[in-house]
């Protein structure tokens, strides 16, 4: 999976990418859908911390070590959408 954080000229966040090829169709979907929506909601004046609040601690059963990128490597993860979260909270 790879996160794409978009930006202001003002460094703010703007948009979140997710492109999760190679998982199946439906979580590839439910995280597209959820990045589109975050997208808009920081495009409407929604802080980022507030939206990683809205996935922080989701667990889906897969859990593991974060390995990229290197200022979250080795950070913990109870699932692909919590570390979207904490890739959040270190960019804000």
């Known amino acids: 999976m790879h996160v794409t954080l978009g930006r202001y000229p003002d460094?703010?966040?703007c948009e979140v990418f997710v492109n999760?090829?190679?998982c199946?169709?439906?979580v590839r979907t439910a995280f597209e859908a959820w990045a589109m929506l975050a997208s808009?909601?920081?495009q409407h004046g929604v802080p980022a911390d507030a939206v990683a609040r809205s996935i922080?601690?989701?667990?889906?059963?897969?859990k593991g070590a974060?390995?990229?990128p290197e200022h979250l490597e080795g950070c913990r993860a109870s699932s692909?959408?919590?570390a979207i979260a904490q890739l959040l909270d270190?960019?804000?």
């Open 90 to 92: 270190t960019t804000t």
């Open 80 to 82: 692909l959408w919590d």
């Open 40 to 42: 808009k909601a920081l």
């Open 66 to 68: 974060i390995v990229s």
């Open 11 to 13: 460094g703010r966040l």
């Open 56 to 62: 922080r601690r989701v667990s889906t059963g897969h």
């Open 24 to 26: 199946g169709s439906d």
């Open 20 to 22: 999760a090829s190679k």
